[in-house]
């Protein structure tokens, strides 16, 4: 009997030292199978002797002169290191179990109606340290093991939807990627011919979940989100499986993508487009099962609680894109819905850095959408957030969309003001890609305020072009192509404003390509419709439709205002020329239409024009 714990843990150190001086130990799972002889709780106690072993067996070591002696103390120093990275892995195990069954008293003790938010708490993998697909399998299993009152049924579909979430993403695994290589044409991406390109229809034949089968072919096929959650009537285990399966495919998506060592750039706009494509998702989701009023509220709440734990992860990564919206690479009439959503919890939610910088991508789309006063209210937020976490990027960043946001506003003095303050911040820190946007915003709205008080002097706007100029080497110094295409199309802007349209075309066509280049959709449709009035301007009508359509269409897609802006200029042209003969250049142009939206964008063309016609009556 040992007079101490100190006695005991002494004891079992020197004999699993002498055990393996002896040969009789042949593997590290030996030695940790005898640690898990320590009793949760005693574990400090245990730490201090077997340190206190590993100090005296170091100094033996390195005073002993004796051979013999010496290379005994080595060996008896290597086997106390494997019992300290064992004991490390007893430990993590331990804080594993401790963690698991905190978890589940959580989910288990808390109102029913708070279960599911408590669950996806738990299987957040933003938590230090998230679950592993092991620990996922041992909660459902415990979750089970809990559920023994036969009336509480939501344990009960929490265990089965978290099991039956890992045996279909066990399936989908071998499939995460293969689709890409099926895409022999195009861009790679989520976007596609509905049903033909992009994962979800690979993934639909992978699954034997109804529910899951369904999503996916829904996905493929570029169908309304929020239709098909309103109409189907998803269990809690069907949706756990769900959500279990999107985390993992978004995850393992990312870490793909991140380690694309041969092209960082394109990895990261990937992460970017993986990112977005499963927030908006998911707040597609909540949207259609908020507006069912057979479903369970707690499903609307998890689905936004997804869509926050996604931004919040992709807030954290190095290339968040403080410059470019929710669009950047999702189409469809769901942004505005999505956005909606999301402003409300938002407002309740803590004043964290992460949110800070999800304001500013939300800020940064609203603005597109043509709702200022919101987009601003964001970004004034985010400002002031990202101060007090001392984000000095986030803020110098929402300085300037607070700028762009003013120059919508007709209010150029304030525009200049707040590009000015993120001029100097740039430069004081450093930030090379906060001071290039700063820069294309101070020389944009100088343009127009000297456009507005009708100042004639030519050095006042040579002046502006020159911030424009600046910035825009800047940016191709830096290689960012979002910014570029902002410059690029700031600087076609101006010079249209200074009627130069010759001057603006290259520009214009630059800003098209670097915004193809990183998926902003408003940044494509606003040079578009912009190269539409220069041509115009050239008297150049063909191209000024063609271009004029692409732009109309890519802006009405996101839900854009500033679609109306083409579509005004199309009609001018339809009552100089008549329908038919815009047609006939629609269908001179329509290859090159249908390889930027297809056959069914090109066929909503004239529709989407009459659409504008009739709103003028």
Same mark, same amino acid.
């Given at each position: 009997?040992?007079?101490?714990?100190?006695?005991?843990?002494?004891?079992?150190?020197?004999?699993?030292?002498?055990?393996?001086?002896?040969?009789?130990?042949?593997?590290?799972?030996?030695?940790?199978?005898?640690?898990?002889?320590?009793?949760?709780?005693?574990?400090?106690?245990?730490?201090?002797?077997?340190?206190?072993?590993?100090?005296?067996?170091?100094?033996?070591?390195?005073?002993?002169?004796?051979?013999?002696?010496?290379?005994?103390?080595?060996?008896?120093?290597?086997?106390?290191?494997?019992?300290?990275?064992?004991?490390?892995?007893?430990?993590?195990?331990?804080?594993?179990?401790?963690?698991?069954?905190?978890?589940?008293?959580?989910?288990?003790?808390?109102?029913?109606?708070?279960?599911?938010?408590?669950?996806?708490?738990?299987?957040?993998?933003?938590?230090?340290?998230?679950?592993?697909?092991?620990?996922?399998?041992?909660?459902?299993?415990?979750?089970?093991?809990?559920?023994?009152?036969?009336?509480?049924?939501?344990?009960?579909?929490?265990?089965?939807?978290?099991?039956?979430?890992?045996?279909?993403?066990?399936?989908?695994?071998?499939?995460?990627?293969?689709?890409?290589?099926?895409?022999?044409?195009?861009?790679?991406?989520?976007?596609?011919?509905?049903?033909?390109?992009?994962?979800?229809?690979?993934?639909?034949?992978?699954?034997?979940?109804?529910?899951?089968?369904?999503?996916?072919?829904?996905?493929?096929?570029?169908?309304?989100?929020?239709?098909?959650?309103?109409?189907?009537?998803?269990?809690?285990?069907?949706?756990?499986?769900?959500?279990?399966?999107?985390?993992?495919?978004?995850?393992?998506?990312?870490?793909?993508?991140?380690?694309?060592?041969?092209?960082?750039?394109?990895?990261?706009?990937?992460?970017?487009?993986?990112?977005?494509?499963?927030?908006?998702?998911?707040?597609?989701?909540?949207?259609?099962?908020?507006?069912?009023?057979?479903?369970?509220?707690?499903?609307?709440?998890?689905?936004?609680?997804?869509?926050?734990?996604?931004?919040?992860?992709?807030?954290?990564?190095?290339?968040?894109?403080?410059?470019?919206?929710?669009?950047?690479?999702?189409?469809?009439?769901?942004?505005?819905?999505?956005?909606?959503?999301?402003?409300?919890?938002?407002?309740?939610?803590?004043?964290? *850095?992460? #949110? +800070?910088?999800?304001?500013?991508? $939300? /800020?940064?789309?609203?603005?597109? !959408?043509? &709702?200022? =006063?919101? %987009?601003?209210?964001?970004?004034?937020?985010?400002?002031?957030?990202?101060?007090?976490?001392?984000?000095?990027?986030?803020?110098?960043?929402?300085?300037?969309?607070?700028?762009?946001?003013?120059?919508?506003?007709?209010?150029?003095?304030?525009?200049?003001?707040?590009?000015?303050?993120?001029?100097?911040?740039?430069?004081?820190?450093?930030?090379?890609?906060?001071?290039?946007?700063?820069?294309?915003?101070?020389?944009?709205?100088?343009?127009?305020?000297?456009?507005?008080?009708?100042?004639?002097?030519?050095?006042?706007?040579?002046?502006?072009?020159?911030?424009?100029?600046?910035?825009?080497?800047?940016?191709?110094?830096?290689?960012?192509? *979002?910014? #570029? +295409?902002?410059?690029?199309?700031? $600087? /076609?802007?101006?010079?249209?404003? !200074?009627? &130069?349209? =010759?001057? %603006?075309?290259?520009?214009?066509?630059?800003?098209?390509?670097?915004?193809?280049?990183?998926?902003?959709?408003?940044?494509?449709?606003?040079?578009?419709?912009?190269?539409?009035?220069?041509?115009?301007?050239?008297?150049?009508?063909?191209?000024?439709?063609?271009?004029?359509?692409?732009?109309?269409?890519?802006?009405?897609?996101?839900?854009?205002?500033?679609?109306?802006?083409?579509?005004?200029?199309?009609?001018?042209?339809?009552?100089?020329?008549?329908?038919?003969?815009?047609?006939?250049?629609?269908?001179?142009?329509?290859?090159?239409?249908?390889?930027?939206?297809?056959?069914?964008?090109?066929?909503?063309?004239?529709?989407?024009?009459?659409?504008?016609?009739?709103?003028?009556?």
């Amino acid at each position: 009997m040992f007079d101490s714990l100190r006695d005991r843990y002494l004891a079992l150190i020197d004999d699993i030292v002498q055990t393996t001086l002896k040969g009789q130990i042949r593997s590290k799972e030996q030695v940790y199978q005898l640690l898990l002889q320590v009793t949760p709780g005693e574990g400090e106690i245990f730490e201090r002797c077997l340190t206190e072993r590993i100090e005296t067996t170091q100094q033996q070591k390195d005073t002993q002169t004796d051979e013999l002696k010496q290379a005994k103390a080595i060996r008896s120093f290597r086997a106390l290191q494997t019992i300290q990275s064992e004991w490390e892995r007893v430990q993590k195990q331990n804080q594993a179990s401790s963690a698991l069954s905190t978890a589940l008293q959580t989910i288990a003790t808390v109102e029913s109606r708070d279960r599911l938010k408590a669950l996806l708490r738990v299987i957040d993998p933003n938590r230090t340290p998230a679950l592993t697909l092991d620990q996922l399998g041992q909660l459902a299993k415990n979750l089970q093991q809990s559920s023994s009152d036969p009336n509480d049924k939501d344990l009960q579909q929490f265990a089965t939807g978290l099991t039956s979430g890992l045996a279909s993403w066990q399936r989908l695994q071998d499939y995460l990627i293969s689709w890409m290589y099926d895409q022999s044409q195009g861009p790679l991406g989520f976007e596609g011919v509905p049903g033909q390109r992009g994962p979800w229809a690979v993934w639909a034949t992978q699954v034997n979940s109804p529910s899951l089968q369904a999503l996916f072919q829904t996905l493929a096929l570029n169908q309304p989100i929020a239709h098909w959650a309103s109409q189907r009537q998803l269990t809690l285990s069907e949706w756990v499986e769900i959500a279990v399966v999107m985390q993992l495919l978004k995850q393992g998506l990312v870490s793909w993508f991140d380690k694309q060592a041969y092209d960082p750039k394109a990895g990261a706009k990937l992460s970017i487009s993986t990112f977005l494509t499963f927030a908006v998702i998911w707040s597609e989701l909540a949207n259609g099962f908020r507006s069912t009023t057979s479903s369970d509220n707690s499903l609307t709440d998890g689905c936004f609680q997804i869509t926050l734990q996604i931004l919040r992860s992709f807030a954290q990564q190095k290339y968040f894109p403080l410059y470019g919206g929710i669009f950047a690479s999702f189409s469809g009439d769901s942004l505005r819905s999505a956005l909606n959503y999301l402003d409300e919890p938002l407002r309740t939610a803590e004043g964290t *850095q992460e #949110k +800070a910088r999800i304001l500013t991508l $939300l /800020g940064y789309s609203l603005r597109a !959408l043509g &709702q200022l =006063e919101v %987009a601003k209210a964001f970004q004034e937020q985010a400002l002031e957030i990202a101060r007090a976490a001392g984000d000095r990027t986030c803020e110098i960043a929402n300085l300037n969309h607070l700028s762009r946001a003013c120059v919508a506003q007709k209010d150029y003095e304030t525009a200049i003001s707040y590009s000015q303050r993120a001029l100097i911040l740039a430069r004081q820190s450093g930030d090379r890609l906060g001071e290039a946007n700063a820069l294309a915003n101070l020389g944009y709205s100088e343009v127009f305020q000297a456009q507005q008080l009708e100042q004639n002097e030519p050095e006042v706007y040579e002046t502006a072009i020159n911030y424009l100029q600046q910035g825009l080497q800047l940016c191709e110094r830096l290689g960012d192509n *979002q910014s #570029k +295409a902002l410059c690029c199309s700031s $600087l /076609g802007i101006a010079y249209l404003v !200074l009627a &130069q349209p =010759e001057s %603006a075309i290259p520009y214009l066509e630059f800003g098209l390509q670097a915004a193809q280049f990183s998926g902003d959709l408003y940044l494509q449709g606003v040079n578009l419709a912009s190269l539409a009035e220069a041509y115009y301007g050239q008297q150049n009508i063909e191209k000024a439709i063609y271009t004029g359509s692409l732009g109309m269409y890519l802006l009405q897609q996101i839900a854009s205002s500033q679609w109306r802006q083409a579509a005004g200029l199309l009609t001018i042209l339809l009552g100089q020329m008549g329908s038919e003969a815009i047609l006939n250049v629609l269908k001179q142009y329509r290859h090159q239409i249908i390889k930027v939206i297809g056959v069914d964008g090109y066929d909503y063309i004239p529709e989407l024009l009459e659409e504008y016609r009739r709103s003028l009556s």
